[in-house]
């Protein structure tokens, strides 16, 4: 048996059973992170790897067994993006400009999973400059490679989280969702995704990219360890205003008999690739023959989506981003005034597709545009959510694909901007909506790389969302 091979249910009961210690997962997962970063061309999932804290981690959990004061979660580690906090170390979310940021408080969600459950942090993972882009290559730290073609990209931007778990670096991660920074790297390294609905899972400690979007969720092997850590994390929390009062249970029975299924004819675009189409109609298949109704629907307005959120999440970002000044948080350049110094902070700080994001987020928010692209955005936000409100009178839940297409190679999008938007092209209209969403592996392609299918559910659907993913995970 290799411990990484294990799920965290597997995990949980070998942990209760006592066959093995929480130092022995730790300790084997912290060897294969090493040995991953000496090698030739490494997947490089962690920006920073906290072995001897989670070596510490892991007694305490032991310790937490033995007395018999463990839940199902204790002594599991995790990995987590870099723009969560964990008190005492670095935040860096990939930039230059958090250089050397050292969080002051924990994360809601670390709080939670890690001081309560007694969780194992094993490091903090790569991840897109500010979360901005869908394959790990803006990190200032150096790209993530694909656990299954090292050619390849992971995705992103929690494209280290999901390489952890696809490459057997963590057995469950923690990543962040603006426009399909879970789904779409987890659909690319073969791991289960999860974006719960706006206002489940707290974001403080999470640092903002654009908040009316973000919300923090799992990448698991299963879909059963997603819902686990979901459960576990999410919640009302009154240090974020944004947070729901809700409590989250997830009951999984994986029951598909008279399940609605909608697949909105809006996904089948000139674009798709035939290797993923295929994939959806071989889904379908399986589905209908497991006693699912599955019904063409439509989205009318999907084809703004991908526009609408650059408008959005761009005017938020600026703002967001204004804090990086040189004075609070982490890198400050040399210079004699204080004005120079804002400058050459930010210029020297911050990358090319963060200041991309800046320099459109301040133009449609400035004077004469912001009726023209900010306010217009936001009417259009309000037609994409009535589409799906309108979708889930008659569906239960919504399929389609999660990418456009399988993972691609590195440098082939990066200096194309709008070729690397438009492979979110299927996730962004969840994160505008504020619904739930998730990606779940649905086959390979004869290369050998994963491919993902993408469900949707309404507005806290995450309990019919994840036993129809469980559902379909166990027609397999
Ligand atoms: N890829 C999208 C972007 O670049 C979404 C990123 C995200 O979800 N954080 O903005």
Same mark, same amino acid.
């Given at each position: $048996? +290799? =411990?990484? +091979?294990?799920?965290?249910?597997?995990? &949980? %009961?070998?942990?209760?059973k006592k066959e093995v210690s929480s130092e022995e997962i730790t300790k084997a997962y912290l060897e294969a992170i090493e040995k991953d970063e000496s090698s030739p061309e490494p997947i490089h999932a962690y920006v920073s790897v906290l072995a001897d804290e989670a070596l510490a981690m892991a007694k305490e959990a032991d310790k937490k067994w033995a007395r018999g004061e463990?839940?199902?979660l204790t002594g599991i580690p995790i990995a987590i993006k870099d723009n969560i906090n964990v008190k005492g170390y670095e935040t860096t979310c990939s930039s230059r400009i958090l250089k050397g940021y050292k969080a002051s408080y924990d994360a809601t969600v670390v709080e939670r999973l890690v001081r309560q459950h007694g969780m194992v942090v094993l490091g903090k993972t790569n991840m897109d400059e500010f979360a901005m882009g869908s394959s790990t290559e803006t990190s200032a730290y150096g790209i993530t490679r694909n656990p299954f073609d090292r050619k390849r990209v992971p995705g992103g931007s929690s494209g280290g989280s999901a390489a952890a778990v696809g490459g057997k670096?963590? !057995?469950?991660?923690?990543g962040s969702d603006t426009g399909g920074s879970i789904r779409q790297p987890a659909a690319f390294c073969g791991c289960v995704g999860l974006k719960p609905t706006y206002g489940t899972v707290s974001r403080y400690g999470l640092v903002a990219f654009a908040s009316s979007l973000d919300q923090i969720g799992p990448l698991a092997k299963t879909v059963e360890d997603a819902a686990w850590v979901y459960e576990a994390m999410a919640g009302h929390d009154p240090k974020d205003s944004t947070s729901l009062e809700h409590t989250p249970a997830v009951k999984l029975e994986g029951n598909l008999k008279g399940v609605k299924i909608g697949v909105p004819k809006e996904f089948i675009i000139e674009g798709l690739d035939p290797r993923v189409k295929e994939?959806? +109609?071989? $889904? =379908?298949?399986?589905? %209908?023959?497991?006693?699912?109704?599955?019904? %063409? =629907? &439509?989205? !009318?307005?999907?084809?703004?989506?991908? !526009?609408?959120?650059?408008?959005?999440?761009?005017?938020?970002?600026?703002s967001n981003l204004e804090r990086y000044d040189g004075v609070k948080y982490g890198y400050r350049a040399q210079a004699s005034t204080l004005s120079e110094m804002y400058v050459k902070t930010r210029t020297e700080g911050f990358g090319p597709e963060v200041k991309r994001r800046i320099m459109l987020g301040t133009y449609v928010l400035s004077a004469g545009y912001y009726d023209a692209y900010y306010l217009k955005a936001l009417k259009v936000r309000t037609l994409i959510k009535e589409d799906f409100q309108k979708a889930f009178e008659k569906v239960d839940v919504i399929l389609g694909p999660t990418t456009p297409t399988p993972p691609f190679g590195i440098g082939e999008k990066v200096s194309d901007p709008?070729? $690397?938007?438009l492979s979110d092209i299927y996730t962004i209209s969840a994160n505008l909506a504020g619904i739930p969403a998730l990606s779940l592996p649905s086959g390979w392609t004869k290369e050998g790389l994963p491919l993902g299918m993408q469900l949707m559910g309404p507005a806290l659907g995450e309990q019919k969302l994840l036993d129809v993913a469980y559902g379909i995970e166990h027609l397999r």
């Open positions: $048996m +290799d =411990i990484r +091979d294990l799920s965290v249910r597997e995990l &949980s %009961e070998a942990l209760a463990a839940t199902k670096l963590a !057995p469950v991660a923690l994939n959806l +109609d071989e $889904m =379908i298949r399986k589905l %209908e023959a497991a006693g699912a109704r599955v019904a %063409e =629907i &439509s989205l !009318p307005h999907s084809e703004y989506a991908v !526009p609408t959120y650059y408008v959005v999440a761009t005017a938020e970002a600026s709008i070729a $690397m938007y």
